[in-house]
């Protein structure tokens, strides 16, 4: 890691981890140990597969319980659990275990994979994270062996609970339970709603945000306030569109009970975040309840969490600069604060880049793909998300679609913009002094 730290950028580097550590992933599940019909998984579904839990999206060529002996499964989680962490989380672990000091050069490394403004307090963040994400996960798997208990017995609930609140907090999506069916046999139960819910949407908020709520500060970051409010608005507001719009739906609320409706449409609302479960059948909703879903899929979680997306956060400040516009406004300004104009402009270039990036590969699949272009929309959108929801194209998708989904869930999980530093070419510093003279162009 120091010599890679010395002859590359922290960008370059965290993109090379997250390729390395699908290439290991993937070469484990061509293993005949990894699939039950002791064949191995193709190398492309291998691919796709470890693409899927590294990016922590969650779309599965293959079911996961059926297909996949146990050490094919405990690999998945594995990648689920350091490509939600993110590997220099666990690489600073194994140091901080063996007692060696962190470099300024690994801080840094820290610092991106974080999505940090700076160094300070890096390391006591990173064991925060660690902290967090390991109770999280111990209090889902203990909540859920015991409710499972008595429907699977103590091993079996033990593992179901364990796995699935690995895959929860970390926003993967992937399931034991077999058939493609995620959690629709649950969907009527509470525990296993709110459990998991809690899991996805917690891993989600960030870990800033976590560590500022644990935190009892008297006073929160704007950065927390605006995640809370945001993330809690579009919770709300997907739940109503998915509750009105899907309520006599027959092939989704329709035949549940009236607080099953209601539970099952903020359980669909809240996995747009990211999280890649269902409770209901997603390919049975209404066309405008999938383009609801696409848009909050395409905003996703929160920054520094294990979501995707162009994150809550780069949403509010793409809103908050057109209203300011509409206004004559200068000023970016929320809660008393006003947001700077380098943040504004890393907003704007992260969502155009997302929608350039949506665009293309949509346009590739569906020429490449024998679907309507509602059903690839969608699957562009989770996959670009890391979401992980789909209606049930992934397994049938050809060669060049499954290539395309691979590189948007990748794209997805980093981020645009690492990407886009890693391949631009490093500015010339006398360059970025010059000033060069202003001329104005029409608008709209």
Same mark, same amino acid.
């Given at each position: 890691?120091?010599?890679?730290?010395?002859?590359?950028?922290?960008?370059?580097?965290l993109?090379?981890?997250?390729?390395? /550590?699908? +290439?290991?992933?993937?070469?484990?599940?061509? /293993?005949?140990?990894?699939?039950? #019909?002791?064949?191995?998984?193709s190398?492309?579904?291998? %691919?796709?597969?470890?693409?899927?839990?590294?990016?922590?999206?969650?779309?599965? &060529?293959?079911?996961?319980?059926?297909?996949?002996t +146990?050490?094919?499964?405990?690999?998945i989680?594995?990648?689920?659990?350091?490509?939600?962490?993110?590997?220099?989380?666990?690489?600073?672990?194994?140091?901080?275990?063996?007692?060696?000091?962190?470099?300024?050069?690994?801080?840094?490394? @820290?610092?991106?994979?974080?999505?940090?403004?700076?160094?300070?307090?890096?390391?006591?963040?990173t064991?925060?994270?660690?902290?967090?994400?390991? %109770?999280?996960?111990?209090?889902?798997?203990?909540?859920?062996?015991?409710?499972?208990?008595?429907?699977?017995?103590?091993?079996?609930?033990?593992?179901?609970?364990?796995?699935?609140?690995?895959?929860?907090f970390?926003?993967?999506?992937?399931?034991?339970?077999?058939?493609?069916?995620?959690?629709?046999?649950?969907?009527?139960?509470?525990?296993?709603?709110?459990?998991?819910?809690?899991?996805?949407?917690?891993?989600?908020?960030?870990?800033?945000?976590?560590?500022?709520?644990?935190?009892?500060?008297?006073k929160?970051?704007?950065?927390? =306030?605006?995640?809370? +409010? &945001?993330?809690?608005? @579009?919770?709300? /507001?997907?739940?109503?569109?998915?509750?009105?719009?899907?309520?006599?739906?027959? #092939?989704? +609320?329709?035949?549940?009970?009236?607080?099953?409706?209601?539970?099952?449409?903020?359980?669909?609302?809240?996995?747009?975040r990211?999280a890649?479960?269902?409770?209901?059948n997603?390919?049975?909703?209404?066309?405008t309840?999938?383009?609801?879903?696409?848009?909050?899929?395409?905003?996703?979680?929160?920054?520094?969490?294990?979501?995707?997306?162009?994150?809550?956060?780069?949403?509010?400040?793409?809103?908050?600069?057109?209203?300011?516009?509409?206004?004559? #406004?200068?000023?970016?300004?929320?809660?008393?604060?006003?947001?700077?104009?380098?943040?504004?402009? =890393?907003?704007?270039?992260?969502?155009?880049?997302? @929608?350039?990036?949506?665009?293309?590969i949509?346009?590739?699949?569906s020429?490449?793909?024998?679907?309507?272009?509602?059903?690839?929309?969608?699957?562009?959108?989770?996959?670009?998300?890391?979401?992980?929801?789909?209606?049930?194209i992934?397994?049938?998708?050809?060669?060049?679609? =499954?290539?395309?989904?691979?590189?948007t869930?990748?794209?997805?999980?980093?981020?645009?913009?690492?990407?886009?530093?890693?391949?631009?070419?490093?500015k010339?510093?006398?360059?970025?002094?010059?000033?060069?003279? #202003?001329?104005?162009?029409?608008?709209?």
């Open positions: 890691m120091n010599a890679l730290g010395k002859i590359m950028s922290p960008s370059r580097v993109v090379l981890g997250f390729a390395l /550590l699908i +290439l290991f992933g993937a070469i484990l599940l061509t /293993l005949p140990q990894a699939t039950q #019909d002791g064949l191995g998984l190398i492309l579904n291998a %691919a796709f597969t470890a693409t899927s839990a590294v990016c922590v999206t969650g779309l599965v &060529v293959v079911d996961t319980a059926t297909t996949f +146990l050490f094919g499964q405990w690999v989680l594995f990648l689920i659990q350091v490509g939600g962490l993110g590997f220099m989380t666990f690489a600073t672990l194994f140091a901080m275990i063996l007692g060696k000091k962190i470099t300024l050069k690994e801080r840094l490394l @820290l610092q991106e994979a974080l999505n940090q403004v700076s160094v300070e307090g890096i390391v006591r963040l064991k925060s994270v660690l902290l967090i994400s390991f %109770a999280f996960e111990a209090m889902g798997t203990l909540i859920l062996t015991i409710h499972w208990y008595s429907d699977f017995g103590f091993s079996k609930a033990l593992y179901y609970g364990f796995f699935h609140s690995i895959s929860a970390n926003n993967a999506g992937f399931d034991i339970m077999g058939n493609f069916t995620s959690l629709t046999a649950f969907v009527g139960d509470p525990v296993v709603n709110m459990t998991i819910m809690i899991l996805f949407i917690c891993g989600g908020l960030g870990f800033i945000v976590m560590a500022d709520l644990l935190a009892h500060r008297k929160f970051r704007l950065h927390t =306030k605006i995640v809370l +409010l &945001v993330s809690g608005v @579009l919770i709300l /507001l997907g739940t109503v569109i998915v509750l009105i719009m899907e309520f006599a739906n027959p #092939d989704t +609320l329709g035949p549940l009970p009236l607080g099953t409706k209601v539970m099952a449409a903020l359980f669909q609302s809240a996995t747009t990211t890649g479960f269902n409770t209901i997603i390919a049975g909703m209404y066309d309840t999938l383009l609801s879903m696409i848009v909050l899929m395409f905003i996703g979680a929160s920054p520094g969490g294990t979501g995707g997306g162009i994150k809550t956060t780069t949403f509010i400040a793409i809103a908050l600069s057109v209203l300011s516009t509409y206004r004559s #406004d200068p000023q970016v300004v929320f809660k008393g604060r006003t947001l700077p104009r380098d943040v504004i402009q =890393k907003a704007w270039a992260v969502t155009t880049s997302a @929608l350039f990036l949506v665009f293309i949509l346009s590739i699949l020429h490449t793909e024998n679907s309507d272009l509602m059903t690839v929309f969608f699957e562009v959108t989770s996959a670009f998300g890391t979401v992980g929801l789909s209606l049930g992934t397994p049938t998708l050809s060669e060049v679609g =499954k290539m395309a989904i691979i590189l869930m990748f794209i997805g999980r980093l981020g645009p913009l690492t990407l886009a530093f890693v391949l631009s070419q490093k010339n510093k006398q360059a970025a002094h010059i000033k060069y003279p #202003d001329e104005r162009i029409m608008i709209g």
